[in-house]
Antibody, heavy 120, light 111 residues
Framework: EVQLVQSGAEVKKPGESLKISCKGS????????IGWVRQMPGKGLEWMGI????????RYSPSFQGQVTVSVDKSNSTAYLQWSSLKASDTAMYYCARNPRRTGWYFDLWGRGTLVTVSS | DIVMTQTPLSLSVTPGQPASISCKSS???????????LFWYLQKPGQSPQLLIYEVSNRFSGVPDRFSGSGSGTDFTLKISRVEAEDVGVYYCMQSIQLLTFGGGTKVEIK
């Protein structure tokens, strides 16, 4: 089955670090981009960044540049989203999603999301 | 940055009736390759978003033909010819001619 499996929910304190994961299976992981999308409670979708596992080419939304790091381990078909110092405002659902091309990105397959709660 | 503006914010529709959602972009989404990079997603309650329409008017695999997309340049429309109960959720347009931006979403509910 073609799928993206995301890591489980996290509860962290402000200032802590975090790395969440997204594992692709059932398709050629290195030939599709993986993007990350934030959805704050009760709000809409915000694109954060995207990475091409084949060569680790990475792009960020200006709104998230410097705030998060997107990475990949192609040997394990897994993409990551990480924070070095969480804030309460990072509380959100985070989705990974697959993009099939280099121009005119779109997401044809989504993970179920990882809920991150940051609270003291 | 390209801004995507959706209207209305919400829509209450009687089953079997049509529905229409507008999406306007702050810049043209027509690429030099001739394609227009405008997409539509539906996020059903408690679920991840799912792709409905790609490049303005192409239905993604498995999407019912009651969904259709149209438009060009900066003005786009998603239409549902006859709304069904399973169509409830929030609809998002998205551009990817310049990085990637989602519209604010339109919530569709059943009367």
């Amino acid at each position: 089955e073609v799928q993206l499996v995301q890591s489980g929910a996290e509860v962290k304190k402000p200032g802590e670090s975090l790395k969440i994961s997204c594992k692709g299976s059932g398709y050629s992981f290195t030939t599709y981009w993986i993007g990350w999308v934030r959805q704050m409670p009760g709000k809409g979708l915000e694109w954060m960044g995207i990475i091409y596992p084949g060569d680790s080419d990475t792009r960020y939304s200006p709104s998230f540049q410097g705030q998060v790091t997107v990475s990949v381990d192609k040997s394990n078909s897994t993409a990551y989203l990480q924070w070095s110092s969480l804030k309460a405002s990072d509380t959100a659902m985070y989705y990974c999603a697959r993009n099939p091309r280099r121009t005119g990105w779109y997401f044809d397959l989504w993970g179920r999301g990882t809920l991150v709660t940051v609270s003291s | 940055d390209i801004v995507m503006t959706q209207t209305p914010l919400s829509l209450s529709v009687t089953p079997g009736q049509p529905a229409s959602i507008s999406c306007k972009s702050s810049q043209s989404l027509l690429h030099s390759d001739g394609k227009t990079y405008l997409f539509w997603y539906l996020q059903k309650p408690g679920q991840s978003p799912q792709l409905l329409i790609y490049e303005v008017s192409n239905r993604f695999s498995g999407v019912p033909d009651r969904f259709s997309g149209s438009g060009s340049g900066t003005d786009f429309t998603l239409k549902i010819s006859r709304v069904e109960a399973e169509d409830v959720g929030v609809y998002y347009c998205m551009q990817s001619i310049q990085l990637l931006t989602f519209g604010g979403g339109t919530k569709v509910e059943i009367k």
